[in-house]
Nanobody, 113 residues
Framework: VQLMESGGGLVQPGGSLRLSCVVW????????MRWYRQAPGKERELVSG??????TYADAVKGRFTISRDNAKNTVILQMNDLKSEGTGVYFC?????????WGRGTQDTVCS
């Protein structure tokens, strides 16, 4: 079982990044897939999630972030627009469900001018 995040990087405020979480070992569409962010010196916090077509977002990212699935590629995507400096952190992919609570290693996003 493996979750691998990619797409992080350095971006200026107002910019965009597209994160991908590729899943191996199980079918991601059968589980609640979530993105978390851990800012420097802070606890990991939920950013967005998707399950059975329903999506959830943290209040701070509503209207700017979009989570989606590419089931053919067993991938979960987080499109992040209009990024703000508080968006800096390591973004982790998480799979949660019956008998499963798996994490990726994370991808670093830095938002600064």
């Amino acid at each position: 079982v493996q979750l691998m995040e990619s797409g992080g990087g350095l971006v200026q405020p107002g910019g965009s990044l597209r994160l991908s979480c590729v899943v191996w070992g199980f079918t991601s569409s059968e589980y609640f897939m979530r993105w978390y962010r851990q800012a420097p010196g802070k606890e990991r916090e939920l950013v967005s999630g998707v399950v059975e077509g329903r999506t959830t977002y943290a209040d701070a990212v509503k209207g700017r972030f979009t989570i989606s699935r590419d089931n053919a590629k067993n991938t979960v995507i987080l499109q992040m627009n209009d990024l703000k400096s508080e968006g800096t952190g390591v973004y982790f992919c998480n799979a949660w469900g019956t008998g499963r609570h798996d994490w990726g290693r994370g991808t670093q996003d830095t938002v600064c001018s």
